[in-house]
């Protein structure tokens, strides 16, 4: 049975979205999506789509069970991102939605680097336009820099491809040796800023908060995902990815004790939980890696939610700041138990899908000998719990009572965060269906263990007591937090404000100089005798004009003898 | 409820935690640590001081800003 490419279908269905409008859209939105979602679970294995490209042989459609795995919950949440927004009204930004999963798609079961760039270059773009449908200055802004770290992200990718490319001779995307050398380092580089690595991080928590409450749902599950499944598929053991993660998972979780932007706090918490993934690629372990991959599945149902909720509470309030929020589980119960259920989640509570997944990481780190890792990751998921599990819920849905009146939630939203929840619950209940799907089968691995569990309910018993003693202090502040992209922004801006005034004084002069040749050109083209005798009058066309009167005379009489001419051929 | 009764109860689950820690797990995984009773229980109430009190600091030292300090159009 020929089943098309996931992505194919929903490039498929763009200018069809862009051509309809209403209810007609909204199926068109869904059936794309769920068409897309059921060609991703009814792929068969090996190598499809093969086309051959200046030589080299590119495959569109390679499908193994790292692709499979997150081709399943790619299109998965294109689905639910495509449910909680059909309430919106705006054609550009499904186009833009449907792309930005197309170019995912594309990137994760290409299976040559070609394929996989081109993939990663439609993200960019799109994504670009994401977080400019925000609509805001602030998202105008924040969109420009998140393009510029993406072009020289791109650009360090790119270089590291062609390198690589000039040393194989061939562009499939398989596992890099440390060997490559520069083509190595570029490429690793290249993907780490899509994965958001400290200090390459900010532009996520920099634009993700600033595109629309949909848009931000997209974007938490795609790019920085994306550059996962890269480092499981090129760079599995490389032990430095096992110190970086670490260090973002705890990077993440300190900042995100100073935010205040709900939807910034939890950006911070995806560099966070990506983090536990990154140092899962760098021990390099069956486990690990498995629970690298299991985590970015987890993560993205349960990040998804948690932004669904903050969006719906940003929808209902259009607020979106913790010292301007409070109370609202009253007026909010559903979509409380729903963000309730995210934080459950990506704080790895038993029973939800965060923990399968964590305690595959943190199992791994246990094992991996080096202690400082697996300190870092303990102290990050105190942080997770921390910040999404209690401060965020506290002062945003049970802390004081602000008084607001949230408007009515359409029921597309609750449907999604409906969806979302349930699966968070379903695979935290029966973890064999995921590890059933993980890259290296079968899983050995048993999440539920009293020492696992009890180690874990240990530990969120702690943080929850501390919070309690200081939740008075953590309650946000009015105020912004500078993070890397301070050292850069400035001067940045003043190189490109520099290079675009520079380029359009060069364009004036430029003119004016054209100008002026053009200007003696025409006055010699008039008067020749002005070359060999230049000391002579300029040219004057008025000196040779008649009168004006003169002219409309003879005009006249010549109109007269053409009527009287005209006549008389007529009438004989 | 009461912050003593909310105190009481998590003083009494995490002893029931202990109890079932001693009685119930008789292998662990990894350093030595992991073999400590309540020592996960330790790492979630210290590790959550830590992680406040550390980012508090970095607030002072100059991490933190009035938002007037940082307006929309800024590049």
Redesign the interface.
């Known amino acids: 049975m020929l089943v098309p490419h996931p992505a194919l279908v929903l490039v498929t269905a763009v200018p069809f979205v862009a051509l309809t409008r209403g209810r007609t859209r909204q199926a068109l939105l869904v059936t794309a999506t769920l068409a897309s979602l059921i060609a991703a679970l009814m792929l068969p294995a090996g190598d499809r789509g093969i086309v051959e490209l200046a030589g080299q042989e590119l495959v569109l459609l390679r499908v193994d069970s790292l692709s499979r795995l997150f081709g399943l919950i790619f299109t998965a949440m294109g689905l639910i991102g495509t449910v909680y927004g059909l309430h919106v009204n705006r054609g550009g930004e499904y186009i833009a939605t449907l792309v930005y999963t197309a170019g995912a798609l594309g990137v994760i079961y290409a299976g040559d680097w070609i394929s996989a760039f081109a993939g990663l270059e439609l993200m960019g773009v799109a994504s670009l336009a994401i977080i400019w449908f925000g609509g ?3 998202a105008r ?1 924040a969109g420009f ?1 998140y393009i510029y770290v993406h072009l020289a992200g791109g650009s360090l990718l790119f270089a590291g491809i062609v390198l690589l490319w000039s040393r194989v001779g061939e562009t499939t995307l398989e596992r890099i040796s440390p060997d490559a050398g520069l083509a190595y380092v570029l490429i690793l580089i290249g993907v780490l800023v899509s994965a958001a690595v400290p200090p390459l991080h900010a532009w996520l928590t920099d634009a993700y908060p600033e595109a629309s409450v949909t848009g931000t749902v997209f974007l938490s599950a795609f790019t920085t995902k994306t550059a996962v499944y890269l480092l499981i598929r090129l760079f599995p053991g490389a032990e430095v990815l096992a110190w970086a993660g670490a260090i973002m998972a705890v990077y993440g ?3 995100a ?2 935010e205040n932007d709900i939807r910034r706090l939890l950006s911070y918490h995806i560099i966070s939980q990506v983090g536990y993934m990154v140092a899962g690629v760098g021990m390099g372990t069956v486990l690990a890696v498995n629970g690298a991959a299991a985590h970015a599945f987890s993560h993205i149902l349960y990040k998804a939610l948690l932004l669904m909720g903050a969006g719906a509470v940003l929808q209902a309030t259009g607020r979106r700041k913790l010292t301007e929020l409070g109370g609202l589980a009253r007026a909010m119960p559903i979509v409380t138990v729903f963000y309730l259920i995210g934080a459950c989640s990506i704080s790895g509570v038993p029973l939800f899908n965060g923990f399968v997944s964590k305690s595959m990481i943190t ?1 791994a780190s ?2 991996y000998g080096q ?1 400082a890792v ?1 300190w870092l990751l ?2 990050a998921s ?2 997770t719990f ?1 910040h999404t599990g209690l401060k965020l819920p506290y002062f945003t849905f049970f802390g004081p009572d602000r008084g607001l009146k949230p408007t009515r939630l359409p029921g597309n939203m609750m449907i999604a965060m409906g969806l979302a929840a349930a699966a968070c619950i379903g695979i935290g209940l029966l973890p064999g269906w995921l590890y059933a799907r993980l890259p290296e089968t079968p899983v050995h691995y048993v999440p539920y263990t ?2 696992h569990v ?15 003693l ?1 939740r008075h ?2 309650g946000g ?7 890397t992209d301070r050292l850069w ?2 001067p ?2 003043v190189v490109v ?1 520099g290079l675009a005034s520079g380029t359009a004084r060069i364009g004036h002069r430029w003119q004016v100089r054209t100008l002026s040749v053009v200007e003696q050109v025409a006055m010699t083209l008039r008067s020749p005798f002005h070359v060999v005798w230049p000391a002579s009058p300029p040219y004057d066309a008025d000196q040779y004009r008649l009168p004006i009167g003169t002219t409309v005379f003879w005009i006249t009489v010549g109109l007269v003898v053409l009527v009287l001419a005209i006549w008389l051929r007529i009438g004989a | 409820m009461t912050t003593s009764r909310l105190i009481t109860a998590m003083m009494v689950v995490a002893a029931g935690m202990l109890a079932a820690e001693v009685t119930i797990v008789d292998e662990v995984h990894g350093g030595w640590w992991h073999g400590v009773a309540g020592f996960e229980l330790v790492i979630g109430f210290a590790g959550c001081l830590a992680l406040v009190w550390g980012a508090k600091v970095l607030g002072k030292l100059g991490l933190q800003r009035p938002e007037h300090e940082h307006p929309e159009d800024e590049p």
Request: hydrophobic fraction near 55%.
């Open positions: 805001t200055v602030r802004m820099r979780a300190v900042f004790v100073l199992s246990s094992e202690a697996e303990a102290v105190v942080g921390l009293a020492d009890l180690s874990t309910l240990q530990l969120l018993l702690g943080t929850g007591a501390a919070f309690w200081m202090s953590l502040q009015p105020t912004v937090t500078l993070d922004r400035r940045v801006w404000n």
